[in-house]
């Protein structure tokens, strides 16, 4: 199993998500945004994947995404979102996969199992 990295500003859903990923076997942090989730990384919370929502306040998951990759480039990511098109059009940014909100615990179960 991998150690995920949940962040989103939306407490609810963050704890939905890490309960979904923890069920599946995985070790779960959570941040509720995208300076925390640097943060963590920075303070060498080793983590296998970071799953994170697009639309946050402050740092967006977009610019979240561009300072992994600079910063840890082996730290593979994932985002969520409820907006597919733009999601779509962002794969560029080097994401492993996309998930669209509503999403359960199969979806979680399928994509990771891709990726893993």
């Known amino acids: 199993m991998i150690r995920i990295l949940v962040v989103d500003d939306d407490g609810k859903v963050r704890e939905v998500v890490a309960a979904m990923l923890a069920a599946l ?16 990384l920075e303070a060498k919370s ?6 994170t929502d697009l639309v946050m306040p402050g740092l967006s998951g977009w610019d979240l995404v561009k300072t992994i990759r600079r ?6 990511v994932a985002v969520v979102t409820g907006n597919h098109d733009i999601a779509t059009a962002q794969t560029g940014q080097a994401v492993e996969f996309v998930i669209k909100k509503p999403f359960g ?9 891709k990726g893993a």
């Open 71 to 76: 910063r840890w480039p082996l730290v593979r």
């Open 25 to 40: 076997g995985h070790t779960v942090l959570e941040a509720p945004d995208g300076l925390a989730a640097i943060t963590m």
């Open 105 to 113: 615990l199969d979806t979680l179960q399928r994509v990771l199992g």
């Open 46 to 51: 080793a983590v296998d994947l970071v799953l």
